[in-house]
T-cell receptor, first 108, second 114 residues
Framework: AQRVTQPEKLLSVFKGAPVELKCNYSYSGSPELFWYVQYSRQRLQLLLRHISRESIKGFTADLNKGETSFHLKKPFAQEEDSAMYYCALSEPYDKVIFGPGTSLSVIP | GAGVSQSPSNKVTEKGKDVELRCDPISGHTALYWYRQSLGQGLEFLIYFQGNSAPDKSGLPSDRFSAERTGGSVSTLTIQRTQQEDSAVYLC????????????FGPGTRLTVL
C-alpha cells in the first residue's frame, strides 16, 4: 500500500540556517510527489511538485527513487517559512496520500 | 474564478445529532476529496470522488460517515449521531482529473461536538 512518512513532527531552525524537511514514501510504481504548505490562517496550498523540477520560494525537492525520498530543502530559512508542510504522493487518476506533516518554526 | 468553498465555516453541535457539511468545488473539476484534520494531527483521507462515483471510500472512519456528490459538482459529507471524537476541521479539495493534478483546498469546516 502507498504510504508517506515525515519523521519530524516539529522542526525548529534559526533564520538564515539551512532547512530540510524529510519525506519518505513506499510505492511500487512511478509516483507523483508533491509538497503542500499551510501558513497560519490560510488554506492548504501546493508548494511544489517533483515533475516541475522548479524552485518555489527558494525551496527545492529532489526525488530519490533509490532511497524513496523526496526531501524539501531551502538553503536559508526565512521567518515567513514558518508553516505546516505536508508531503503527498499520488498515482494518476487516483487518490492522494498525505504524510502526517511537519510543523516548521523559524526562529528570528 | 472562484475557488473551492465550504459551508458552514463553523458548526457546533450536540453529541448524537446529525450534521451535513457542504463542498462546492472549482467548476469543471472532476475529482473531489474529503479530508479530516484533527488538532495536532495531519490530514486524514476520508473519501475521493471521480465525477459522481466514489472509487475509494476506505478512509471513512465508521458507518456513521457518508458522502455523496451530485451533478459532478457539489458534495455533501454527512456525519450521523456525532461523537466528541468527530470534532475536527473537515477539508474539501478538488482537482482537474485527480491523482497527479494539483489539489485546490477549501477553507474547511470546523466541527465541534459538545
Amino acid at each position: 500500500a502507498q504510504r508517506v512518512t515525515q519523521p519530524e513532527k516539529l522542526l525548529s531552525v534559526f533564520k538564515g540556517a539551512p532547512v530540510e524537511l524529510k519525506c519518505n514514501y513506499s510505492y511500487s510504481g512511478s509516483p507523483e510527489l508533491f509538497w503542500y504548505v499551510q501558513y497560519s490562517r490560510q488554506r492548504l496550498q501546493l508548494l511544489l511538485r517533483h515533475i516541475s523540477r522548479e524552485s518555489i520560494k527558494g525551496f527545492t525537492a529532489d526525488l530519490n527513487k533509490g532511497e524513496t525520498s523526496f526531501h524539501l530543502k531551502k538553503p536559508f530559512a526565512q521567518e515567513e517559512d514558518s508553516a505546516m508542510y505536508y508531503c503527498a504522493l499520488s498515482e494518476p487518476y487516483d487518490k492522494v496520500i498525505f504524510g502526517p506533516g511537519t510543523s516548521l518554526s523559524v526562529i528570528p | 474564478g472562484a475557488g473551492v468553498s465550504q459551508s458552514p465555516s463553523n458548526k457546533v453541535t450536540e453529541k448524537g445529532k446529525d450534521v451535513e457539511l457542504r463542498c462546492d468545488p472549482i467548476s469543471g473539476h472532476t475529482a473531489l476529496y474529503w479530508y479530516r484534520q484533527s488538532l495536532g494531527q495531519g490530514l486524514e483521507f476520508l473519501i475521493y470522488f471521480q465525477g459522481n462515483s466514489a472509487p475509494d471510500k476506505s478512509g471513512l472512519p465508521s458507518d456513521r460517515f457518508s458522502a455523496e456528490r451530485t451533478g459532478g459538482s457539489v458534495s455533501t459529507l454527512t456525519i450521523q449521531r456525532t461523537q466528541q471524537e468527530d470534532s475536527a476541521v473537515y477539508l474539501c479539495a478538488s482537482s482537474g482529473r485527480g491523482g497527479a493534478d494539483t489539489q485546490y483546498f477549501g477553507p474547511g469546516t470546523r466541527l465541534t461536538v459538545l
